[in-house]
């Protein structure tokens, strides 16, 4: 067993879930192998996650940013640290520790919750809007 990983929603989901992941739990430990069990709160789902990337792939290929054409990680940064200073966020810079420049420091989409998440992407529409981006649903964006 590489992982497992189940979605509980409600309290018969979790009921269901917990039995699944005892059986399995069972074997691997019968097996002598040792688990680790977490339990966190859902984070972004993979429709969200495509939405983010395909939302920021649209704004790379068509805004140039500084007088050139920025690639997607970069173009998630910037849209990143806007967002979080439009919510009153933090974020640091701070000397690089190479002595050479700045490096901005932020929250990584990876880390944030459902409900942050689909801010982002309302933040970057708003803002794509405003610089004439046209959309494509996440779908489109890998073909």
């Known amino acids: 067993m590489d992982s497992l990983r189940i979605e509980l929603n409600n309290a018969q989901q979790g009921r269901t879930g917990f039995r699944e992941a ?15 069990l977490t339990l966190r709160p859902a984070s972004r789902s993979d429709d969200m996650n495509a939405r983010l990337h395909a939302t920021i792939a649209d704004v790379a290929k068509q805004v140039p ?9 970069t173009w998630k940064r910037l ?8 919510r009153g966020e933090s974020l640091e ?23 942050d998440c689909g801010e982002l992407v309302e933040f970057i529409y708003a803002w ?13 964006a890998t073909s």
């Open 22 to 36: 005892w059986e399995a739990a069972r074997v691997e430990l019968g097996a002598g192998r040792r688990l680790v």
């Open 65 to 73: 940013w500084a007088g050139a054409k920025r690639d997607v990680e």
């Open 79 to 86: 849209l990143t640290a806007a967002w979080l200073r439009a």
């Open 128 to 140: 794509g809007v405003e610089q004439g981006v046209r959309f494509t649903a996440p779908e489109d």
């Open 93 to 115: 810079i701070l000397p690089a520790v190479d002595g050479k420049g700045v490096d901005i420091v932020f929250q990584r989409t990876s880390k944030l919750s459902q409900r």
